[in-house]
């Protein structure tokens, strides 16, 4: 375990396309959220509080397809989806299928932590967030009921990005009745802590399960090498394990930012037959940082001690 004393947080609220209309809500809210989780490692609070506070405060936000503000599913109904990764110890922590936790990432904590498993979804990850006492909200925006119908058009028209869907729907009418949010920290005692949430692909199938939930694709976190977090197509990052595929190539040597461009160059060489926007970002044992996507925008922020404020952008390291 590096013995380092430089706390460092990445935050990123997805990737994708981030319109004019509210890319500086995007900005503030990734600032917002690195400000959060940096406030708990300056008081020498461990990385995984900090990417918890950090996640949350995107969940809240409502700017986000996370916690409030949730994307709905092609039944117009909220799935929502986290896990979070401590890379001390290895516990991880995952949920999905969430209709109205306010903070599906606190209820991925209570899984790492008050349970013996890795992954709970639907009625059990309800019942578990009803006997720690969560807080429910309704996680439907306005934004997302609006985005709802733009998709619903698209995808009726033939020009959704995802093929199998266009087809499925035409064969299917009776079916109708991207972003992520994810923080990496390394704290002043050298260890590292991932988490990720969503609420998943726009207009997905009810009880589809994207890559933030599991543990490797969507989030990894070992104080071995570091932590990643990824965002877009969630089913690119579970066939790559990009997560942990980045943390690997930490771990042989390669700087967070290395290990993120690598990683994307995966997804342009192995999976460029379809849609195939992803965003990473990480950070290594050594406080290095990382950002990188193929997608036009990545919206992220970052701080360390030598920056104190936070620096964020729509985008990072394209790599084409
Ligand atoms: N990366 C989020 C999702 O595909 O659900």
Redesign the pocket.
């Known amino acids: 375990m590096a013995n380092i004393q430089k706390p460092v947080i990445v935050v990123h609220g997805g990737a994708g396309i981030w319109r004019l209309d509210r890319s500086q809500a995007g900005l503030d809210g990734v600032k917002k959220a690195a400000e959060t989780g940096f406030e708990i490692l300056k008081k020498s609070g461990n990385a995984v509080d900090a990417v918890i506070e950090a996640v949350a405060a995107m969940e809240d936000d409502g700017t986000f397809n996370a916690g409030y503000g949730s994307s709905l599913n092609i039944e117009k109904c909220v799935e929502m ?1 986290a896990s979070i990764m401590d890379g001390k110890t290895l516990q991880a922590g995952a949920t999905g299928l969430l209709t109205d936790v306010k903070n599906p990432v606190r209820l991925a904590r209570i899984i790492m932590e008050k349970t013996d498993h890795v992954f709970i979804v639907g009625k059990g990850a309800e019942k578990l967030a009803k006997i720690f006492g969560l807080e429910r909200r309704n996680p439907l925006t306005e934004r997302r009921l609006e985005y709802y119908e733009e998709q619903k058009k698209l995808l009726k028209d033939g020009k959704f990005e995802l093929r199998k869907l266009r087809d499925l729907v035409e064969n299917y009418p009776e079916l109708f009745k ?1 972003e ?1 949010v994810g923080a990496v920290a390394l704290d002043k005692n050298g260890n590292v802590a991932a988490a990720t949430s ?1 609420g ?2 726009p207009l ?1 199938f009810p009880g589809r399960i ?3 939930p599991i543990i490797g694709c ?1 989030t990894y976190a070992d104080n071995h090498s570091g932590a990643c977090s ?6 690119i ?1 579970m066939r790559l394990v990009l997560a942990k595929t980045a943390c690997n190539l930490m771990e042989i040597g390669k700087t967070a930012q290395e290990a993120v461009e690598i990683g994307i160059e995966l997804v342009n060489k192995r999976i460029s037959n379809n849609y195939n926007h992803m965003g990473l970002i990480s950070v290594d044992i050594y406080g290095n940082v990382g950002a990188a996507h193929n997608s036009p925008n990545l919206c992220w922020a970052y701080i360390t001690p030598e920056k104190r404020e936070p620096v964020a952008s729509l985008s990072a390291k394209i790599v084409k």
């Open positions: 989806e991207l992520t969503t998943g692909f997905k994207g890559d933030s969507g990824a965002t877009g197509v969630g089913e990052a």
